[in-house]
């Protein structure tokens, strides 16, 4: 997608995927640096570990605690700073309201999953003031822990682990239970109804359609994929390092080609 609007932008740039284990992050970063990159994105397991690499963190990257997004820009001194972002909290809120037509604020909303991508979308939830959350993750431990955090943070979100015992407005999925096709659904259906909700959103994008979202449009639940996200989050890494508006069209069609050949 990137490398389609850098196109549409008449761009001369590249983007290019690089394989780096854990324990050779800081080098990357360091090499990207000394190769004058206009900047890099980063996923799973580097999100977290990237915090404590970079000169800077953004309000974004301050907030939600990763870095997805390094921008390296050059300073007064001639020295080359590497300032780090977060787009995929906002990307979540974006492919709500875009998908689901969910505005956020006053919603009541179950989440599955608590690790980084679950954490980071459970702070951005409470920051829009969504009216109650339920946290359930397999280590309860972790949902805790981001209950205690929002708390802290967002006193007037109501926030507790476990399943609801009502309807929600939201079901959203951050685990990555669905990712193969012999995974097991994310939810335990003996303890919540797809029925109980109006809305369930899939962090994962492939398969297009999980077990959850099968089993939700056979509900009659609306229904949406994690594509949206991946898109909106790019477009803003994107004008991080361009300074110029995303072609969100341009990029949404080469990431739909890519991943399920439309």
């Known amino acids: 997608m990137h490398n389609a609007a850098f196109a549409a932008l008449g761009l001369n740039w ?4 690089f ?9 990357a970063i360091e090499g990207a640096r000394t190769m004058n990159f206009a900047g890099l ?8 570990l990237a915090v404590d690499m970079v000169d800077e963190l953004d309000a974004s990257a301050k907030t939600w605690g990763a870095v997805n997004t390094i921008q390296f820009v050059p300073d007064a001194a001639g020295k080359t700073r590497a300032i780090g972002f977060n787009t995929d909290a906002d990307a979540i809120v974006s492919s709500l309201r875009e998908e689901l ?49 929002i708390k802290n943070q967002f ?8 399943y609801p015992k009502a309807a929600v407005d939201l079901l ?17 259906e003996r303890q919540f109804s797809l029925k109980q909700t109006a809305a369930v959103y899939d962090m994962i994008y492939q398969p297009a359609e999980t077990r959850l979202l099968a089993a939700a449009r056979a509900a009659g639940v609306k229904t949406a994929n994690g594509i949206g996200m991946l898109v909106h989050q790019g477009a803003k890494a994107l004008e991080i390092w361009t300074g110029r508006p995303a072609p969100v069209a341009v990029m949404r069609r080469a990431v739909e080609g890519s991943v399920y050949g439309v």
């Open 14 to 17: 590249r983007y290019l995927a």
């Open 19 to 27: 394989e780096v284990d854990p324990k050779n992050l800081r080098a």
């Open 41 to 48: 994105n980063l996923t799973v397991p580097h999100k977290l």
């Open 101 to 149: 037509q969910i505005e956020l604020r006053g919603k009541k909303v179950l989440l599955l999953g608590a690790g980084g991508a679950g954490r980071t979308a459970a702070l951005k939830l409470a920051a829009e003031n969504v009216a109650e959350l339920f946290l359930v993750n397999r280590t309860a431990s972790k949902a805790q822990a981001i209950a205690g955090e």
């Open 155 to 162: 006193p007037s979100v109501k926030v507790s682990v476990g």
């Open 172 to 188: 959203l999925n951050a685990t990555s239970l669905g990712l193969k096709a012999e995974d097991a659904s994310p939810l335990d």
